[in-house]
């Protein structure tokens, strides 16, 4: 079965801070990690995928197989950022049905 | 740039009422999703649809629930007979096929049974 954790429902930083928000997997195989994010009122947008090894708005993510972690980093928080993020996990057997964690809302004050 | 439409974006309905939740998914993506997500909680997976058939469905997704594609274009979510536990905002999403595990997400259907 995939799981995908995420163990912070509430990260609050300032304008500028470093962020980082802890993901999770749990995967038999070789799974596809995402991070998609969910401004207010607005739809869920893929951010980044783990596969493209990208920076996306000075959003990075790295998989880290030993530890079964994605975590979504950045080294300077905006305002602009305050969001729903959620990461998900597609397993690369067959059917990639995205299965997603229960979100962790970012509120950057500043 | 193309995307996922849902109509409404937001149903109220009675209890033990039926109702569809419409999605035009992106017109070259051949495979479906809806999802739902109940107020403060996550995004959980209901069922998968390629090939005109359901590929996987969750345990959510019961025999009130069903869903079709009528005119190759919409893709339909109908809840038989609606319970307040199925007050939630409802998600479609779409696929392409071509080697791309992305999935692309409508704006949701706010849901509300009272």
């Known amino acids: 079965a995939q799981r995908v954790t995420q163990p912070e429902k509430l990260l609050s930083v300032f304008k500028g801070a470093p962020v980082e928000l802890k993901c999770n997997y749990s995967?038999?195989?070789?799974?596809?990690l995402f991070w998609y994010v969910q401004y207010s009122r607005q739809r869920l947008q893929l951010l980044l995928r783990h596969i493209s090894r990208e920076s996306i708005k000075g959003f990075t993510a790295d998989l880290n197989k030993g530890e079964t972690s994605f975590h979504l980093k950045k080294p300077f928080a905006q305002e602009e950022d305050s969001a729903m993020y959620y990461c998900?996990?597609?397993?690369?057997?067959?059917?990639?049905?995205?299965?997603f964690g229960r979100g962790t809302s970012l509120i950057v004050h500043p | 740039e193309p995307e996922v439409t849902q109509t409404p974006s937001h149903q109220v309905t009675q209890m033990g009422q039926e109702v569809i939740l419409r999605c035009v998914p992106i017109s070259n993506h051949l495979y479906f999703y809806w999802y739902r997500q109940i107020l403060g909680q996550k995004v959980e997976f209901l069922v998968s649809f390629y090939n005109n058939e359901i590929s996987e469905k969750s345990e959510i997704f019961d025999d009130q629930f069903s869903v079709e594609r009528p005119d190759g274009s919409n893709f339909t979510l109908k809840i038989r007979s609606t319970k307040l536990e199925d007050s939630a905002m409802y998600f479609c999403?779409?696929?392409?096929?071509?080697?791309?595990?992305?999935?692309?997400f409508g704006q949701g259907t706010r849901l509300t049974v009272v």
């Open positions: 998900a996990l597609s397993g690369t057997g067959g059917s990639y049905i995205p299965t």
């Open positions: 999403a779409s696929r392409d096929e071509r080697g791309s595990t992305e999935a692309f």
């Open positions: 995967y038999s195989g070789s799974p596809e």
